[in-house]
């Protein structure tokens, strides 16, 4: 059994920052990818951004430039560091970790923490 556990969020004006951190617990080898997808009201959940085990990144042109996601391959940590925010970046952030291979070497599939709010005032 894996949990992911995500913290943060929170409220903030326009131009603002924030860090989120999400940690994965649990009997793990390692972990493949790890990244973040959001979700607004209304609307589907979307890529933010991901990075592999080697620090390879991926991000959402909607948060280029503005976001940078980095983790700790030893603490099975990914972080999210919110730079220059705006309000169309209100949503809830989900941490997800994909290719996880245990310490009895099972695999499993992807995995999501329970979420965290992000909200940007104008």
């Known amino acids: 059994q894996v949990q992911l556990v995500e913290s943060g969020g929170g409220l903030v004006q326009a131009g603002g920052s924030l860090r989120l951190s999400c940690s994965a617990s649990g009997r793990i080898f390692s972990i493949n990818v790890m990244g973040w997808h959001r979700q607004a009201p209304g609307k589907q959940r979307e890529l933010v951004a991901s990075?592999?085990?080697?620090?390879?990144?991926n991000y959402a042109d909607s948060v280029k430039g503005r976001f940078t996601i980095s983790r700790d391959n030893a603490k099975n940590t990914v972080y999210l560091q919110m730079n220059s925010l705006k309000p169309e970046d209100t949503a809830v952030y989900y941490c997800?970790?994909?290719?996880?291979?245990?310490?009895?070497?099972?695999?499993?599939?992807?995995?999501w923490g329970q979420g965290t709010q992000v909200t940007v005032s104008s």
């Open positions: 990075i592999t085990s080697g620090g390879s990144t």
């Open positions: 997800n970790a994909d290719g996880i291979i245990t310490i009895s070497l099972r695999h499993l599939d992807r995995n």
